[in-house]
C-alpha cells in the first residue's frame, strides 16, 4: 500500500507570496492532519480534516488555511509569507477509529526568503 | 493544557548499550501516548503506542509503559544499534480529541560503532 505523499517536496518562495502544499492520504485513510516542524518550535498541530470538513484546529493565524476534497487529499495555503513560515510541513493520514494512528508523509520543506 | 516534556538530547551511545529516553505527559483523562521516530529526510513513523494505563507498547526492540501514577511513558531498549540513530519523538493524543496530538520536543539519538 502505497504511503502518505506531499507535493511538493521542497519549496522557496518570497515574503508576502502565498503557498499551496498538497497531501495524498494512504488509501481508504479519510482523515487528514498538518503540522508545522521548525527547531525552535518543534512539530505544532495546524489542522485536522475529516470528510472535507475541519474538525480540530490549532493555534496558527488565518494565513493558515486548508481543505480536503471529496477523494481525502488535502492542500493547506499559506497567505501573506513570513520569514517565520519557513518550516517543513507534515502531513499525517489516519483512519477514523481510536485510537488514532497517525501516517507521516516526508513532509514539504518551505524556504521564505 | 495538555503537553509534553521529553528529555533534552542529542544522547550519545555506543552500540550495544542500553537506551533509555524519558518522556513525562499533562493531560486531563486518559490519552494514548506514542512514540515516533523521525530518520534524517524522512517524515515521522509510528514506534509504538499505548493506549490506556499500565498497557506496554513494543517494537522493533524498543518498549515503553504507560504509567498513569507518574504520567510518563518512557523509551527503552536493551541494545541499541547503529541503525537506530534518529530522532524520537514522544506523543500524546487527549481523548475525544480526534486527530489532534501534542509532541515532545524531540530527542537526538547517535549510536556510534
Known amino acids: 500500500k502505497a504511503g502518505v505523499t506531499q507535493t511538493p517536496r521542497y519549496l522557496i518562495k518570497t515574503r508576502g507570496q502565498q503557498v499551496t502544499l498538497s497531501c495524498s492520504p494512504i488509501?481508504?485513510?479519510?482523515?487528514v492532519s498538518w503540522y508545522q516542524q521548525t527547531p525552535g518550535q518543534g512539530l505544532q498541530f495546524l489542522f485536522e480534516?475529516?470528510?472535507?470538513?475541519?474538525?480540530n484546529k490549532g493555534n496558527f493565524p488565518g494565513r493558515f488555511s486548508g481543505r480536503q476534497f471529496s477523494n481525502s487529499r488535502s492542500e493547506m495555503n499559506v497567505s501573506t509569507l513570513e520569514l517565520g513560515d519557513s518550516a517543513l510541513y507534515l502531513c499525517?493520514?489516519?483512519?477514523?477509529?481510536?485510537?488514532?494512528?497517525?501516517?507521516f508523509g516526508p513532509g514539504t520543506r518551505l524556504t521564505v526568503t | 493544557g495538555d503537553s509534553v516534556t521529553q528529555m533534552e538530547g542529542p544522547v550519545t551511545l555506543s552500540e550495544e548499550a542500553f537506551l533509555t529516553i524519558n518522556c513525562t505527559y499533562t493531560?486531563?483523562?486518559?490519552?494514548?501516548l506514542f512514540w515516533y521516530v523521525q530518520y534524517p529526510g524522512e517524515g515521522l513513523q509510528l514506534l509504538l503506542k499505548?493506549?490506556?494505563?499500565?498497557d506496554k507498547g513494543s517494537n522493533k526492540g524498543f518498549e515503553a509503559t504507560y504509567r498513569k501514577e507518574t504520567t510518563s511513558f518512557h523509551l527503552e531498549k536493551g541494545s541499541v544499534q547503529v541503525s537506530d540513530s534518529a530522532v524520537y519523538f514522544c506523543?500524546?493524543?487527549?481523548?475525544?480529541?480526534?486527530?489532534?496530538?501534542?509532541f515532545g520536543s524531540g530527542t537526538k539519538l547517535n549510536v556510534k560503532p
Open positions: 499525517a493520514s489516519s483512519l477514523p477509529d481510536s485510537p488514532y494512528e497517525q501516517y
Open positions: 488509501s481508504g485513510h479519510r482523515s
Open positions: 480534516y475529516f470528510s472535507e470538513t475541519q474538525r
Open positions: 493531560a486531563t483523562g486518559y490519552p494514548s
Open positions: 499505548a493506549t490506556k494505563a499500565d
Open positions: 506523543a500524546l493524543n487527549p481523548p475525544d480529541n480526534f486527530n489532534k496530538f501534542y
